[in-house]
């Protein structure tokens, strides 16, 4: 894996992404290439913010957490560059870190209150829900008897509740740290995206949350409950042949028991009828609440908390969604172009913290996928929270030094045999990429409801558009596994983005395409891009398209690898709960 201090190329991106959809990171010594990756975040990061780093070495804070966590302090510029290594923190690290410390344990599997994102001052951060009583008991029981860090450190003074009972002690002591971590932050709301108040396994309560508190302990923090589908809807979805309109969660199951309850402080988005959200497609559903985030991002004092229950997976979607949104309006990462802050969004909003690849890819549920594919409904002016509409394209497109040309990327693997080496791809791992000569996304568009139609309503339009790759089901792919065949293809071109909702037919790469592989490079990708449009329209199609042409070659590939080499289900089990009471896995586990 190559570092990107000569600048980021299409290369680097399909080498991340190749380890990436292959491994589950785990914070762990001599991991060379996931180190890799973390230090060319790093570096993004750094071309336009100062920037702390929070040490994780060994993953002693969290083990699925960055070994660096990056703390982004504010924006910088111009000489501001050379000069920001020279200038103090604005944080107490050693301070911050003890918090850490002591509140981690306060989150399911140690995953704590974590800063991912800075717009104007305000931390966008994520993490787990609230642990049950059962993991903050077996997590302190774990580092008595192991010497472990996960000790609550002795200098926390209890709470000065006299209500508090000595059972409550424990659970007093763990959260108030954690109200003290996300103040420190300066958070000030809470969106939880749990469907249930609490998750339950085997009929006991393994989770908890902000919402049901006995205590009323989080009663600082403007809190939302905004349930959304956890990610085996998305294995619906796409069993659906990846149809989103009309595709609705099921509302009615016997574990969902908690409603939307947003607050009316900062006000939510208006004409929109959120006591109709059940009845909301996926699409309409991920809309409104992005509406939701953005306008409280940009309309409050404070940060915002999102999580879900691990925060591995609904998590990582919206948080790749605001910060993507936030971006193509150039009010964040304002340096960085679409390649760059593709690779930053994937590595480190997904494989950094934790997100597993493998197991979610083999049992089909592609929130991954969507997140990306979702790209084209968030392209309209309501997300727009700038008012930045009216700027047309300057200069965040990618350069050609980057391997792009000005109609698109031309995505180039000629490269030497060292960096080739580095990658572990050979010319074969690369046969499978389709060409998606795109000529135009589908326009969006969307209308807000009356009285009588109160809902954000997304309107495709019906366009003849150029093949769009699509996975086919696991259980082909898993039947295939050990005869992999590149002319046969482990992806369907699909004629139009509307015909996936429709048939699915599977077409073999032509001899030209697969001769031009064998030769290492890829076609050129042509935009063919309205003058016109706006650069939050231009940024995010170009992110999706670079997306959509690497994935299929570095997804098919790595199912084979995750269908021969797949450990037990009993393997698994025993790693989950290890973990989920305080002992690090010393491989990647498949939960």
Not at 25 to 37: G, M, W
């Amino acid at each position: 894996m190559t570092n990107i201090d000569r600048g980021l190329s299409i290369h680097h991106v399909h080498c991340m992404m190749e380890h990436t959809l292959r491994n589950t990171y785990a914070a762990r010594p001599n991991d060379v290439e996931s180190e890799a990756i973390l230090n060319n975040c790093i570096m993004l990061f750094a071309k336009d913010y100062k920037y702390s780093i929070i040490e994780n070495s060994n993953g002693e804070l969290c083990g699925h957490y960055p070994t660096r966590i990056v703390l982004l302090e504010y924006t910088i510029s111009g000489q501001q560059h050379q000069q920001q290594n020279n200038v103090e923190s604005l944080y107490d690290l050693t301070k911050l870190q003890t918090l850490i410390k002591g509140a981690r344990s306060a989150r399911c599997r140690g995953r704590f209150v974590a800063p991912v994102i800075l717009f104007e001052g305000k931390h966008i951060c994520r993490s787990a829900t609230l642990s049950g009583g059962a993991e903050i008991y077996g997590r302190q029981v774990v580092g008595l008897l192991v010497n472990s860090r996960d000790i609550v450190p002795s200098e926390m003074s209890p709470p000065n509740t006299a209500s508090d009972s000595s059972d409550w002690q424990m659970f007093s002591i763990v959260r108030n740290q954690d109200i003290k971590l996300l103040k420190t932050l300066n958070v000030g709301f809470i969106f939880d995206l749990m469907v249930e108040k609490k998750k339950v396994k085997f009929g006991l309560n393994v989770t908890s949350s902000e919402k049901v508190d006995k205590e009323n302990r989080y009663c600082d923090f403007q809190i939302s409950s905004i349930p959304y589908p956890g990610c085996e809807f998305f294995r619906e979805w796409k069993d659906a042949n990846y149809k989103m309109e009309g595709m609705i969660y099921d509302w009615s199951q016997d574990f969902v028991d908690t409603q939307l309850d947003i607050p009316t402080i900062p006000s939510p988005p208006t004409m929109i009828n959120w006591t109709s959200y059940m009845s909301w497609d996926v699409v309409q559903l991920t809309q409104n609440y992005l509406l939701l985030l953005l306008k409280t991002i940009k309309e409050a004092n404070n940060g915002i908390l999102i999580h879900c229950i691990s925060g591995w997976d609904r998590t990582p979607l919206f948080v790749s969604l605001i910060r993507l949104s936030l971006w193509a309006e150039g009010l964040v990462h304002e340096s960085l172009n679409a390649l760059e802050i593709l690779y930053l969004t994937v590595a480190y909003d997904w494989f950094l913290f934790g997100h597993k690849f493998p197991d979610r890819s083999l049992k089909g549920e592609e929130i991954f996928y969507f997140c990306f594919d979702f790209l084209r409904y968030i392209t309209g002016d309501e997300f727009n929270i700038g008012h930045n509409s009216d700027k047309k394209l300057k200069s965040r497109n990618v350069s050609s030094t980057d391997s792009f040309s000005k109609n698109g990327p031309l995505l180039d693997f000629e490269v030497n045999p060292e960096e080739q080496k580095e990658c572990r791809a050979s010319t074969s791992s690369l046969n499978s990429v389709c060409s998606l000569q795109s000529n135009e996304t589908p326009s969006i568009s969307f209308s807000i409801g009356s009285c009588e139609e109160d809902n954000l309503i997304s309107s495709v339009s019906r366009r003849t558009t150029s093949p769009v790759a699509v996975p086919r089901p696991v259980h082909q792919l898993q039947a295939e596994a050990k005869s992999v065949s590149i002319s046969d293809g482990s992806w369907q071109l699909i004629p139009s983005l509307d015909s996936y909702r429709e048939s699915r037919t599977s077409s073999p790469f032509s001899h030209s395409l697969a001769t031009n592989f064998s030769r290492g490079s890829l076609p050129e990708m042509s935009s063919n891009l309205n003058p016109n449009e706006s650069t939050r329209t231009f940024n995010l199609k170009e992110v999706r398209r670079i997306f959509l042409q690497l994935y299929p070659s570095v997804a098919s590939q790595s199912a084979a690898s995750w269908s021969i080499s797949g450990g037990s289900g009993f393997s698994s089990l025993l790693e989950n709960f290890a973990e989920k009471v305080g002992f690090r896995s010393a491989r990647s586990s498949f939960v």
